[in-house]
């Protein structure tokens, strides 16, 4: 699964900001990022009355609306999930998942602190990637500025984006499978088979597999 990094803070303290400008430049950078949102309250996405909001109302699972360069899918979730299950809809094929929010689970952060919001960390230090700060603060950390966008992007690139390696996820029923190195392998050698035998892709970076079983 992609890595996940998990922008927090007190409300207010530029958290959209910074999420933005490092969108920006891991983009530059030739980057896949997909963004999550944790939205303390229940929304309503859609708009009422029209054709994808009364499919849903109606109690389709996915309703989606897509044009020539866009695609909007509202789906059903059972309970509030964690970024590592909203990954799969939102992120399985980008490098890095970028969250704003999801403060409780235990994912690196990079924590933005305003001087004027007090020096209290609303994260333990051991899950700490990084403060982002307008005064220096005695915390065991790397510390930067809000300005410090492209050093920002290489401690992320660096930590998490500089393996070579091939990788492969599994998911069963939408709940994600850590697998050992030797399962790893041995999924990512039959997937390679499949691939090889589709004789009309000379590659194939990325391969989505959905099985279902007759119960």
Known sequence: MPFIVSIVGKSDSGKTTLLEALIKVLKQRGRRIAV????????EFDTPNKDSWRFSQAGSEVSAISSKDRL??????????????LAQYAGADCDLVLTEGFK????????????DQGSDLVSPPEQLLAIVTDKPLDVNVPQFTSKAVAEIADLIEQKYLASTEDSVDLYVDGTY???????RNLLLRTLAAIGSGLKKFDQLPRLSIFMRRKS
Do not use: S
């Not at 999550?36 to 929304?43: C, S, T, V, Y």
């Not at 409780?104 to 001087?115: C, S, T």
């Not at 499978?177 to 399962?183: E, I, M, R, S």
């Open 72 to 85: 909007a899918v509202i789906r059903r979730l059972e309970n509030d999930p964690d970024p590592q299950t």
């Open 36 to 43: 999550i949102k944790h939205a303390a309250d229940a929304f």
């Open 177 to 183: 499978v850590p697998l050992d190195k030797a399962g």
């Open 104 to 115: 409780q689970y235990p994912y690196p952060k990079i924590e933005i602190i305003r001087g």
